[in-house]
């Protein structure tokens, strides 16, 4: 198994450009979760799906969009870059997530975006 | 919503000595306690985790211990070495929000 996979590694944006940002998991797992790690912030949840057809919002939202119409997938769109999306990027999935077995969150290798 | 904080932001240690970090959270519903482990430019990955009817758990070197009432929870690793250094996050989870909340990370470093 590959894991979590996340594509590219790095990516440099200027302001108001789009962009979508890959992962992909072959794990079979159902929820999957983008987070963005900035320097003593540690890692915020952006968005987050509990199955294919199905995402909600985490803590930091704005100016992301999510999909999820296979289990495998789940990109994350900027819509329109800023320097303040300027970030480490993580996708993360889980067989579950409900409290019990099944809880660990497998992350992907990253991404690093620059927006200048 | 859930706060996690997360101290200290950076520790240093002797190889072999012991290392301690600290969380404390504000959501006393929170039942499930991960801690991760991150490598330098790799993502982060599960060590540890403890449930909230557990006080203590031990796996190797490394332990977690969690007490309700003051709503904190410490990582301890013992006779450190030197692939021990990364950056260490807690989190914080509560049954039905479907949200892990991470704290700040600790930078740790082992010095030979």
């Known amino acids: 198994n590959a894991g979590v996979t996340q594509t590219p590694k790095f990516q440099v944006l200027k302001t108001g450009q789009s962009m979508t940002l890959q992962c992909a998991q072959d794990m079979n797992h159902e929820y999957m979760s983008w987070y963005r790690q900035d320097p003593g912030m540690g890692l915020r949840l952006i968005h987050y799906?509990?199955?294919?057809?199905?995402?909600d919002q985490g803590e930091v939202p704005n100016g992301y969009n999510v999909s999820r119409s296979t289990t495998e997938d789940f990109p994350l769109r900027l819509l329109s870059a800023a320097p303040s999306q300027t970030s480490v990027y993580f996708c993360?999935?889980?067989?579950?997530?409900?409290?019990?077995?099944?809880?660990?969150?497998?992350f992907g290798p990253g991404t690093r975006l620059t927006v200048l | 919503g859930e706060n996690v904080e997360q101290h200290p932001s950076t520790l240093s240690v002797q190889e072999g000595d012991s290392a301690v970090i600290k969380c404390t959270y504000s959501?006393?519903?929170?039942?499930?306690f991960p801690w991760y482990k991150q490598e330098l430019g790799k993502g982060p990955q599960l060590i540890i985790d403890?449930?909230?009817?557990?006080g203590e758990k031990k796996d190797q070197r490394i332990a977690v211990t969690l007490n309700k009432t003051a709503k904190h929870f410490s990582l301890h690793i013992t006779e450190t070495q030197p692939e021990d250094s990364a950056v260490y996050f807690c989190?914080?989870?509560?049954?039905?929000?479907?949200?892990?909340?991470f704290g700040q990370g600790t930078r740790l470093t082992i010095n030979p």
């Open positions: 403890i449930r909230s009817n557990v």
């Open positions: 799906s509990v199955g294919a057809g199905i995402t």
């Open positions: 993360a999935s889980s067989s579950t997530f409900s409290g019990g077995a099944g809880n660990e969150q497998f």
């Open positions: 959501d006393s519903a929170s039942n499930y």
């Open positions: 989190a914080a989870f509560r049954w039905g929000a479907q949200k892990l909340v």
